[in-house]
C-alpha cells in the first residue's frame, strides 16, 4: 500500500512539474560573429558557453534575417520578417505598390503584437533588459511626446548630460512598458554614444538578477540584450576601465554583480590569449552570473535559455553566411529537450517567438502575424527538418539559403537606379551604407554588387565563386530562384524585382554602369576615412 502511496505522489509531483508552464530567457549578444565562439571552435575563453552546450543544444546551421541591429531585433521580438512590419514609418516609406528596402526603418507596432506583450496577457511576467533599438529615434514625433529627449553626441561630460541620460532612461523603461512589457530596467536605448561609449554588462546583469528575484515563484519572459560585442572589434578591453559609465548615465558606485574585472585579464593572459579576446570572457562572466542565479533560485530545470546574436559583424549589412546571416545559437532547456546534442538543421529568428509561445501553450491573437515555425520538434528529434530554407532581406538585397547552396539576389529600384546616375549623395549613401544590400561585404567580395549570386556551400563556405551564370548550375539557380519567390508571397503589397514586378521595382538587368559608380563612391569614402 506504501508503495502505490509513494507512486502515486512521485507520478503526481512529476506531473504538476511538467504541466507548469517554461520560463523564457532570450540571451541575445551584439555583432558576433559564430566562427568566434568557443563552441564553434573559436580561440576564445567563454567557460559558461561552454557549459550552456553540454547542458543543452548547440544548433550549427542558425540565421537571423536580417544583418543589422534594427530589423533582427524586430524580428526576435515578433517572430515576423522586417519586410512584414507595418508600423508607421516603415508603412510611410513603403506603400502599397512600392519596392520595399527594410532596415533601420522598422520597430514594435503600437497594436503591441510581440512576444513580451502577448507573454503579459497569457499570465506571464515579461521583462526587459539592455539594448532596445525598435523605438522611435529620440528626435521623432513619437519619442518626443513621450519625453525622450536626444543624446548630445560625441560632448565633454557634464552633469547636465549627465541628468539628461539618467531621465532618458526612465523614459525608455516606461515606453517599453507601453509595448506590452510589464517589466523593464537598464536600458540602452540604441548604440552607445560618447561621452558614455562604454560597455557595462554589470549593469545590465545587475537588472536581470533583479528580474529573476522578483519573478522566481511565477513564469517569466526575459528578453536580454547585451551591448558587447559591439564594435570596435578587439577593443572592448578598454570599457574594463570605466566601471561607472552606464545607459543611465554616471552611477555612484560600482556594481560588483560579477567577477572583478581586473581579474579578466588575469584569465585571458593565462589562457595564453590577448587582450583582443577580453570581450569574449567578459560577456561570458555576465551569462555565468544568470545561469548561476538560475541554480541558486531551483528554477534552471524548467527555464529555457537562448543564446544568440543579432548578426555577424564582418559582413553586416550583407546577407552571405559567412560573418553575416549565420549567428551562433546555443539552447538549454532541462526538462524539455536533450543535452549535449549538436544540431545541423536550418532555422532562422523568426522561429524563436512560435517556439516560445508553443512551448508555453499560449496561442496568440488570430491577428498576430507570424513568419516562423515552432522548432519544438527539433528537441526531441534533432535530425528531422522544420524547414527547407532560410531567407534574409536587407536594403535591395534577398536571399534564400539551403544546407548546400546560398542565393543572393540584388535588385535596386527605379528611384535608386535614377539617382545613381545622376550621382545624387542621397542614393549612393543609401545603396552602399549599412542598409542598402552589400554594405561592408562591397570592398571584401567582388560578387557583391551583382545581379545574382550562387554559391556551393559545401565547396565554397567562404562564398567567393559565384556559379550564378554558369550552365552548369542553371537547375539549381532556377530552384533557388523558385524558392525566393514563394518567399516573396509573404509581402503582396510590395513588389521586388521581376519575382513580383510592378511599382518601382525593376528586373535585375541593364544597370551594371550603377554598380560601378556604386563601387567607385564607396571606394572613395574608404580613402576620405582613412585619411581622417
Excluded at 166 to 190: C, S, V
Excluded at 322 to 350: F, H, S, Y
Excluded at 446 to 470: F, S, V
Amino acid at each position: 500500500m506504501r508503495i502505490v502511496f509513494l507512486l502515486a505522489f512521485t507520478l503526481g509531483s512529476w506531473s504538476w512539474v511538467a504541466a507548469k508552464k517554461p520560463n523564457v530567457i532570450v540571451f541575445l549578444v551584439d555583432d558576433y560573429d559564430k566562427c568566434e565562439t568557443s563552441v564553434y571552435g573559436g580561440k576564445v575563453l567563454t567557460p559558461n558557453l561552454d557549459r550552456l552546450a553540454r547542458e543543452g543544444m548547440t544548433f550549427l546551421n542558425a540565421h537571423v534575417t536580417s544583418t543589422v541591429c534594427t530589423p533582427s531585433r524586430y524580428t526576435f521580438l515578433t517572430g515576423r520578417y522586417a519586410g512584414s512590419s507595418y508600423c508607421e514609418e516603415y508603412s510611410e516609406l513603403f506603400p502599397e505598390g512600392k519596392q520595399a528596402l527594410p532596415g533601420f526603418n522598422v520597430e514594435l507596432e503600437e497594436d503591441n503584437m510581440n512576444v513580451g506583450a502577448v507573454f503579459a496577457k497569457n499570465g506571464y511576467a515579461a521583462g526587459y533588459v539592455g539594448k532596445y533599438h525598435v523605438g522611435p529615434d529620440p528626435g521623432d514625433e513619437a519619442a518626443r511626446e513621450a519625453g525622450l529627449r536626444e543624446d548630445p553626441k560625441n560632448v565633454p561630460f557634464s552633469e547636465e548630460v549627465n541628468r539628461l541620460k539618467f531621465e532618458n532612461e526612465k523614459i525608455a523603461r516606461k515606453m517599453i512598458k507601453q509595448r506590452g512589457f510589464t517589466w523593464a530596467k537598464n536600458i540602452y536605448w540604441n548604440n552607445t554614444k560618447a561621452p558614455f561609449q562604454m560597455h557595462n554588462p554589470e549593469w545590465t546583469i545587475a537588472a536581470a538578477v533583479d528580474f529573476l528575484e522578483e519573478h522566481k515563484d511565477k513564469p517569466f519572459y526575459l528578453h536580454y540584450c547585451t551591448t558587447l560585442l559591439h564594435g570596435p572589434n578587439g577593443q572592448w578591453f578598454k570599457s574594463l576601465d570605466f566601471p561607472k559609465v552606464t545607459g543611465e548615465g554616471m552611477i555612484e558606485k560600482e556594481l560588483g554583480v560579477m567577477p572583478p574585472r581586473k581579474t579578466v585579464m588575469e584569465r585571458i593572459r593565462k589562457a595564453g590569449l590577448t587582450e583582443n579576446e577580453a570581450g569574449y570572457l567578459w560577456m561570458d562572466d555576465s551569462l555565468g552570473v544568470l545561469l548561476d542565479k538560475l541554480d541558486e533560485l531551483g528554477i534552471a530545470d524548467n527555464t529555457l535559455v537562448l543564446f544568440t546574436a543579432d548578426h555577424g559583424s564582418g559582413n553586416k549589412g550583407s546577407l552571405y553566411k559567412d560573418r553575416g546571416t549565420e549567428v551562433p545559437c546555443i539552447m538549454r532547456w532541462p526538462a524539455g529537450m536533450r543535452k549535449g546534442v549538436r544540431c545541423e538543421e536550418l532555422l532562422q529568428n523568426t522561429d524563436f517567438v512560435p517556439t516560445w509561445f508553443d512551448i508555453s501553450g499560449i496561442k496568440p491573437p488570430k491577428e498576430y502575424q507570424i513568419d516562423g515555425v515552432s522548432l519544438k520538434p527539433l528537441f526531441k528529434k534533432f535530425k528531422e527538418p522544420v524547414r527547407p530554407y532560410v531567407y534574409s532581406e536587407i536594403g535591395a538585397a534577398r536571399s534564400v539559403k539551403t544546407k548546400r547552396f546560398s542565393y543572393l539576389a540584388l535588385r535596386y529600384t527605379k528611384d535608386q537606379v535614377a539617382g545613381v546616375r545622376e550621382n545624387q549623395r542621397k542614393y549612393l549613401r543609401e545603396v552602399s551604407g549599412l542598409s542598402g544590400g552589400v554594405s561592408r561585404a562591397l570592398m571584401a567580395n567582388e560578387n557583391a554588387l551583382t545581379y545574382d549570386q550562387l554559391y556551393d556551400l559545401q565547396n565554397d563556405p567562404e562564398t567567393r565563386n559565384n556559379l550564378a551564370y554558369k550552365k552548369s548550375h542553371t537547375a539549381t539557380l532556377e530552384s533557388m530562384k523558385s524558392s525566393l519567390k514563394a518567399e516573396l508571397k509573404r509581402f503582396p503589397k510590395h513588389p521586388y524585382g521581376e519575382f513580383s514586378p510592378g511599382g518601382n521595382a525593376i528586373p535585375g538587368s541593364g544597370y551594371d554602369d550603377v554598380f560601378e559608380r556604386v563601387r567607385t563612391y564607396a571606394e572613395t569614402e574608404k580613402k576620405k576615412g582613412k585619411k581622417k
